[in-house]
């Protein structure tokens, strides 16, 4: 293992006018991206606020009358005239890396702006009833209070239900729950030709239902989703345990912080995140809920990590590798949504003082700035070309017993730090999915494995490489290409959110397309909504590449028909 303690040695990069403006972008983010963010937060607030106002039964009449105009918008398209559906979304707005390049060519947009309302929480049947671009931070602000929760709810704020389920969604309950697609009870979507459907997993669209996750809205538009609540407590109780030694033994370590020795169900976490600060070191956390009473006991400590002058989450968890194990209570609604202010840690690459006590007394409380506004201010196409060349951001489901495979291979290839370590069940589902277990995973009962869910992990790397800190050569996009060829050999997974170096050839080795493709086929995607691998291409699309593709889906389901 010496070799892996050694950095790969890179040549020195010579630097050009960009590393500059780079080095430089907090001027914009400070001065530009921070104040209009605090207006567009203010004006979600209001928003939100406006449609908790509203009784149960306008919304739904709001929402009945939003999807007769997406209907209406549909059933106005001209196929041989108009480019292919997507959203009406600006290209910046999204929460991810990706350039959302298709939306720069010719299409024909479909507006679902005003799907944000929660349309119910149904106590009873602990389901909550939502629209697709209700955020994390809305339903968690609804829900809390009533001491109920999405049984899976990812920490960014901004991160909305729809991209959730048309993508993917984790958070640290994930190795009980799965992934956010998961809890997912039934789905109202809108089809190619204005049909509105209601899926579920045992009715007569349920291959619909399980077609949908990770296929990117290109089989229909979602415009509902009932999502199952489970119960929680105040506060969880969080322990910090500092990990040192081989990436081997840091990932032995994460693994049994939520799988315990001696299979005993009641040792199971509630929570479970892990992070690794380098080579040699990391800090696993394990949440269990508790109540306001337990956690006001004498003794106890409750840290209001919420608060916007508090030290970054992550910051203050590496603390544990100097204090040693401990463990403290925060607000269950502050813990959901630790990472948001610092944006994990990125926060420190675009406001390299943003985790000051200075900056986080006087300014905490404008952080985050907003994704989309970045995006728009600090992102030309010299400063995106260089972040696709000089920086990771990348999410990989593996199995959880080839984390330590993965740690090792990132660290000879990326070298990028802290890495996010959160675990989730892969179910095995009755149809074969785009994403699903390696085949016969249930005979070997692996560590974590159910006879029905293979334990995954999702590692999360969001940082500039260690070399590119040293000022040495990196190029991007090979290795996020060899990152991905090691994801297919291994059967594991690239998050869509993503930059993508993927071939179509391997994009449909990653992920398989037997269901996916019969689903889009069955509801008329084919020839209206672009397939998955073209919206995840990285690169603007062509007028050419559009009426290619259009032909291209457009045979295979020409000679079905004949």
Request: with cysteine; charged share 25%; net charge positive.
């Given at each position: 293992?010496?070799?892996?303690q ?18 430089l ?5 400070l ?20 449609s ?17 105009r997406?209907?209406?918008r ?58 697709p ?151 696993m ?10 956690a ?23 603390t ?10 925060i ?21 390299p ?13 404008l ?51 802290p ?11 009755p ?126 389901a ?5």
């Amino acid at each position: 293992m010496a070799d892996l303690q050694t950095p790969l040695v890179r040549p020195k990069r010579k630097k050009v006018l960009v590393d500059y403006l780079v080095r430089l972008r907090w001027i914009p983010a400070l001065f530009i991206a921070l104040p209009i963010s605090a207006l567009i937060y203010f004006s979600v607030f209001v928003g939100n606020t406006w449609s908790a106002m509203k009784s149960e039964k306008r919304r739904q009449k709001e929402h009945e009358e939003n999807i007769k105009r997406v209907v209406k918008r549909l059933k106005e398209r001209n196929p041989k005239r108009d480019g292919l559906v997507c959203t009406a979304r600006k290209p910046w707005v999204v929460v991810g890396m990706r350039n959302v390049d298709y939306k720069r060519a010719r299409h024909f947009q479909v507006d679902l702006s005003a799907f944000r309302n929660i349309l119910e929480i149904d106590k009873e049947r602990m389901v909550a009833k939502v629209e697709p671009l209700v955020s994390m931070g809305q339903i968690t602000k609804a829900t809390c209070p009533m001491n109920l929760s999405l049984a899976v709810a990812p920490e960014f704020d901004d991160l909305t239900v729809g991209g959730l389920i048309n993508s993917y969604g984790i958070s640290g309950g994930s190795h009980i729950y799965g992934l956010f697609s998961d809890t997912v009870v039934a789905m109202e979507v809108v089809l190619a030709d204005g049909q509105v459907v209601r899926a579920t997993k045992d009715n007569e669209d349920s291959d619909l239902f399980y077609g949908m996750p990770w296929s990117q809205g290109t089989i229909g538009l979602l415009v509902s989703a009932e999502i199952k609540l489970i119960p929680i407590k105040e506060n969880m109780r969080l322990t910090y345990t500092p990990v040192r030694g081989t990436l081997k033994e840091i990932a032995e370590a994460y693994a049994d912080s939520f799988v315990p020795r001696d299979g005993d169900p009641a040792k199971v976490p509630d929570f479970v995140e892990g992070m690794v600060y380098s080579s040699s070191q990391g800090v696993m956390m394990t949440g269990v809920y508790a109540s306001e009473e337990e956690a006001k006991k004498k003794g106890n400590r409750i840290n209001r990590v919420g608060w916007w002058f508090k030290p970054w989450f992550y910051q203050y968890a590496e603390t544990a590798l100097k204090k040693g194990e401990f463990v403290e209570y925060i607000p269950t609604r502050e813990y959901y949504h630790r990472h948001t202010r610092s944006l994990y840690w990125e926060g420190k690459l675009i406001i390299p003082f943003g985790d000051q006590f200075w900056f986080r007394f006087l300014l905490g409380w404008l952080m985050p700035p907003k994704i989309s506004l970045l995006k728009i201010t600090l992102q030309g196409e010299a400063i995106r070309n260089y972040y696709h060349d000089n920086h990771v951001i990348q999410d990989v489901l593996v199995q959880l017993h080839k984390v330590s495979d993965a740690l090792e291979f990132a660290h000879r290839e990326l070298e990028v730090y802290p890495v996010w370590l959160c675990p989730h069940r892969l179910y095995k589902l009755p149809v074969k999915t785009m994403v699903h277990p390696e085949p016969g995973f249930e005979q070997h009962r692996r560590k974590g494995d159910t006879s029905y869910a293979q334990m995954f992990t999702d590692v999360g790397f969001y940082y500039a490489p260690a070399s590119v800190l040293r000022g040495e050569e990196f190029n991007g996009a090979e290795a996020v290409h060899r990152l991905e060829q090691w994801l297919i050999r291994n059967h594991g997974y690239q998050a869509q959110y993503a930059v993508s170096e993927l071939s179509e050839k391997d994009f449909w080795r990653m992920f398989d397309p037997s269901h996916y493709e019969h689903c889009r086929r069955k509801y008329g995607a084919v020839g209206t909504f672009m397939s998955a691998h073209y919206k995840s291409k990285k690169g603007k699309k062509s007028e050419e590449e559009v009426l290619e593709a259009e032909a291209a889906i457009l045979e295979p389901a020409d000679a079905d028909a004949e």
